[in-house]
Structure formats: structure tokens, C-alpha cells
T-cell receptor
Framework: ETGVTQTPRHLVMGMTNKKSLKCEQHLGHNAMYWYKQSAKKPLELMFV???????ENNSVPSRFSPECPNSSHLFLHLHTLQPVESALYLCASSQEANTGELFFGEGSRLTVL | AQTVTQSQPEMSVQEAETVTLSCTYD???????LFWYKQPPSRQMILVIR??????QNATENRFSVNFQKAAKSFSLKISDSQLGDAAMYFC??????????FGTGTRLKVLA
């Protein structure tokens, strides 16, 4: 296992569904992030966890619910999303003491019908 | 406002030629890190090059180099001897503090054989 792994790679859900995205990092980092990537827009930071404590929450609606059970795992629980929230959701990790390079997963492509 | 502007949505370069991707940013901070990330189609985003704002010397990584103009808040990426594998979306970003990363909208680079 290497780097940052995200599952599933593709997810289709209805507006009334509940689903979860999973992220796992094998780098020994102490910070993990969820970003939303939409076409022609800058990456939007959603949440940051440092040592399993949430340190950033960028005014994200409560229908996106993060969970960080340990420093290697990060989840994003999704419920009652809107089609406009279809996007690529990226997980990343970093080591705070270093120069702060983000290591990204391949992303989960979410389609909300 | 803390923003990153990549004014070139798309660029093309002939194989083996040189191309420069532009990036400007807006911050009132004096201490920060600057990054260029590469995102190949359907693959994860990876770091290309990093620059510490307090360093005057421009960073280089093999065929990749930057032109960092702190006063002008400009951070362009030069790719020399372009290769087909360089085709990707390129994102400029800077980091403030420990967790806050500001990304641009990206430049899609096409490499022509």
C-alpha cells in the first residue's frame, strides 16, 4: 500500500441516499484534508483534521459529515446531497512539521442524481 | 482577499520545446510556501516544485523551474524539453500557516508530438 488511497473511485447516489467516502494514508502524516474539485473552480477546502481533531471547517453544509477515527483514516459521510454537488472529492495528507507538501489521493468522482 | 490567479486556462507546447505557465497570487503575509502541482488525466495530483517565500533563489527540479517575483506576487513555472508525459492540469497554490492552502483554477497543458 502506498501514499493516499481513496475508495470508492466512482460513486453514484440519489438525492435521498446516504453514502460514505473513505480515505487512508500510509505516510505516517498527522494531518488529513477533504477538498472538493469542480471544473474551472479552485480546489475548495472542506475539512482539515490534525491528530484526529478537526481544525478547519470551511462553512460546509451539515449534509457533508467528516469522521477521523485515527490519524490514518478519514471519512466523508454524505446524505441528501444535490446534483450540483456532483464533483471530484479529493483527500490529502501532510506532515505539519515539514514544508507542508500535500499528498493527494486519486479522488472519488461523485455523481448525484 | 487571498487568491491565486492562473490566467491561462489552456496552453499547448511542442514536444521538446519550452513553455511557461503563469501564476499570480494575492496575500498580505510575508512568510508562505508556493507550490506547483500536476494532475494528469484521471490520476492523482502530485507536487512538481516548491518555493519558500523567504528564499530569493528560484527553485529548480530537473526540467522544471520557477520564476519567483515576490514583490510582484508572481510565481511562474517553466517546463523545458517538454515531454508527452507532461500533459496534465497544472495548479499553482500557496500555503498560509499550517493548513490553509489556496489553489488557482488550473492550466491545462497539451503537449504536441
Amino acid at each position: 500500500e502506498t501514499g493516499v488511497t481513496q475508495t470508492p473511485r466512482h460513486l453514484v447516489m440519489g438525492m435521498t441516499n446516504k453514502k460514505s467516502l473513505k480515505c487512508e494514508q500510509h505516510l505516517g502524516h498527522n494531518a488529513m484534508y477533504w477538498y472538493k474539485q469542480s471544473a474551472k473552480k479552485p480546489l475548495e477546502l472542506m475539512f482539515v483534521y490534525s491528530l484526529e481533531e478537526r481544525v478547519e471547517n470551511n462553512s460546509v453544509p451539515s449534509r457533508f459529515s467528516p469522521e477521523c477515527p485515527n490519524s490514518s483514516h478519514l471519512f466523508l459521510h454524505l446524505h441528501t446531497l444535490q446534483p450540483v454537488e456532483s464533483a471530484l472529492y479529493l483527500c490529502a495528507s501532510s506532515q505539519e512539521a515539514n514544508t507542508g507538501e500535500l499528498f493527494f489521493g486519486e479522488g472519488s468522482r461523485l455523481t448525484v442524481l | 482577499a487571498q487568491t491565486v490567479t492562473q490566467s491561462q486556462p489552456e496552453m499547448s507546447v511542442q514536444e521538446a520545446e519550452t513553455v511557461t505557465l503563469s501564476c499570480t497570487y494575492d496575500t498580505s503575509e510575508s512568510d508562505y510556501y508556493l507550490f506547483w502541482y500536476k494532475q494528469p488525466p484521471s490520476r492523482q495530483m502530485i507536487l512538481v516544485i516548491r518555493q519558500e517565500a523567504y528564499k530569493q533563489q528560484n527553485a529548480t527540479e530537473n526540467r522544471f523551474s520557477v520564476n519567483f517575483q515576490k514583490a510582484a506576487k508572481s510565481f511562474s513555472l517553466k517546463i523545458s524539453d517538454s515531454q508527452l508525459g507532461d500533459a496534465a492540469m497544472y495548479f499553482c497554490a500557496y500555503r498560509l500557516g499550517t493548513y490553509k492552502y489556496i489553489f488557482g483554477t488550473g492550466t491545462r497543458l497539451k503537449v504536441l508530438a
